[in-house]
């Protein structure tokens, strides 16, 4: 896990978001981010972007969490609450995976547990006999 | 378009993203995203998270255009090509649009015109009878 | 819940599927349906419209159970396993619901207890100040 | 694309829905379903499954009409528009295709030309070092 968490220390996009990693286990990725003023849309409230940003950090996480690399291929997002500050959880577990295929759900809290989003992810593992770019 | 765009500009988190609004129009919008160091992952690509960004933003923009308040419910995005620098583009256009629900798609695409990620946003529309939150 | 089941039970598409109502409460819905060689694509295994369909029933069953009209406006399917034959089991549980949108998340599992879809859905309730196509 | 033809042709399911294959070639596809009372809901439009179920008919033919075996991942559908009858067709249609991955968009219509559906399939091409299911 260190070579991972190492790895993904170098991801400038999410350090700058303030995205921090809790917890990381086989399949399993816990991860917070506190929502300053630079996290917020025109409105006022947590730019999608930005809480895309953190489960999509949570869900490469996990995704890669068995040494394999895992490439996203696509996600989904649902919006379920307006979020205006406090800190934001994402716990990314496993829903399914493959020798070439994982899929990830990755639910949103906000500071009082309500859950904000719903995301879902697919990535793809390389290998040894595929470690030529798969896009 | 000038009141979306002021509206628009007070968004902090695209703007740290470095992103541009190039132009808008009713269900319409073009924006751009020159790549640094900052929007780049633990292996040295375009992360996920900053792709989505751009558009959300774009998205946000056309579904705003017509200068009703649009809230997004819900996004998918494919990631189709890796990026590791340039300027990235998106266009955002209306796929459909009724009193209540909008569908719009967004197409990414790098220096050398290649598609790299295709987004598909879905909003809501606040209007007079309905102004509380949606959510 | 008798009106509601009446209403679904004139579903001609998924009574021709073969799906069966097991449970509904409200936000929740259990479905089943038996795979017979009806359900087959080419290669011999349950067709993905096939899968979706039960899903899409479990999940419409979910989202109308409180007695307010609930118009489907998008949805996403994992496709996880490959599945030949049995009885496919579909639970749809409530992730998020407001006044006007529904979110809901549908498991698909077959006789083996394996899961082998993940399904959401996002819906639109209408109601006395929108009785209106929303569409 | 005969070799194609013929197993697509083995389909039950989207047979039994009474789907037609319009035009074939590579990344491409167009096919029809004219909409009886058996593609109907309880309130009397043409079911989500239904409308997936020619989507996802034409993705698949798109996918594999270069004759390497595509299995779908995944899909989104953003239902657009009600439909109670005539002819609706699908034009699926490559936004993307590697050598592992396929990503497709497909729009379906109604008779008089309007948009009734958006739907997206990602698809997993297997080749001869990786003939084993993927799932």
Redesign the interface.
Known sequence: MEKILE????????K??GIKVIEINHGYAKCSMEIT???????GTL????A???A??AF?LAANSYGIVAV???????????CMGGIVTAVASE??R????G?Y?VVLTNNLGE?IA?F?G?C?FLDS??T????
């Open positions: 790895l993904f220390s170098k991801d400038k996009f999410s700058n978001c003023e630079n996290h917020l849309n025109g409105i730019m999608g972007g930005a895309f940003t953190l999509d950090f490469s996203s291929t696509n996600a989904y997002i649902s919006f379920l609450k307006k829903i399914s493959s020798h070439k295929l899929v759900r859950q719903e879902n697919t793809f006999h595929n030529e770019n798969t896009h």
